[in-house]
């Protein structure tokens, strides 16, 4: 089933980060926050290690409470999978900041490259638009990337992309590891001191 | 002699809610849930998320508190069991989260079905760290919902409320 899947990970990140400006990002566990991290680590960045499957939930969450600031979820195809009835809860709210980007190497990377789904033919892309979502693609290209990151701030979401990626495994690129430390920086970064203050 | 007033307990939980400035609204209806999602979806304060399955919840709460809002999630007991593995979210981050979880296989359960996960739903809350609170009068459950709030809300932990069969009344497929 595997066609192509071309694009460099860590090149895909950084483009879409390039430019974040105030943008809050969520990414899956593993190798998804590890490409996050190796782009630069933000305080408006909340990288899962665990709770496989909560990504788009959390994104979610956040984009509700933060309808102004534009909301990326940024994950592996593995722990999309684990939470597909995610899309269905996101195509009924149709949050207009929410943005998720599935990087998809049909492959269970961080446990030893199983192929996952994708790897035979499960297309979360067309799942996403029978979903709801307001625009959904599978993006193989870096032009694509581009205009993708270009969108990111429209919000004219929610926006899904699948954007089918190499099965490597780039350097590892840790971010901190201590959830309640990643909370508080988010909300401190987010809401000011008044965050410690409700 | 006249009865004494039923307490309206979901109009109460619904208050409760309210006062602790709850903005989401997630939840997997349970009959016993119907009128108190009823309520909360008559407030323009709260927005109503349904959901396909109960641990879509925990991430929900995971997100909106991250930007700055309160949330609230509603389950049947049979909806823990989907969520433990989220639960770790909540515990290794120290994020808040209330859960008001409306028992069944406990009181006059029907559906054998529903007794395993009822009878292991408050030890498996307790394993997933979440701190177990209990109603079972109709008087005591607008306090109890009003002290888990503040209690998930002000020390940043989980805390579900039981809302026990008993309170709801045992469903009956019987005619
Ligand atoms: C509930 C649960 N099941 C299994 C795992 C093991 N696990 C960790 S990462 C991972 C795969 C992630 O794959 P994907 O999201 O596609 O990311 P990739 O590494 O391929 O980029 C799995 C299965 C886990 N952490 N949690
Ligand atoms: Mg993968």
Redesign the pocket.
Known sequence: MSRANTLD?RAVVRSLLARRGGLLLVT?????AWDATAAGDSPLTFPLW?A??SAAMIGLGLALAQPERAVLVL??????L?GLGSLATIGVQRPANLALAV???E?????GMQE?HTAHGVDLAAIAAGCGFAQSETIRDMAGIEALGARLDARQGPLFAQVKIA?DTPPLALPPRDGALLKNRFRAALLGPQADLA | MSAAPVADWPRDIHAALAAAEIRQVAYVPDAGHARLITLCAGDGAMHMVPLTSEQEGVGLAAGAWLGGQRSVLLMQSSGVGNCI?ALTLIETCRLPLLMLITMRGEFGEFNPWQVPMGRATPQALQLADVLVQRASRAEEVGAVVAGAARLAFASYRAVAVLLSQQLIGAKSFQK
């Open positions: 990970r899956g566990l593993g190798a998804p665990g496989m499957g994950t592996g195809d593995g722990e999309m684990m990087l998809d190497n492959r269970y990377g961080e446990t996952t099965a | 593995n």
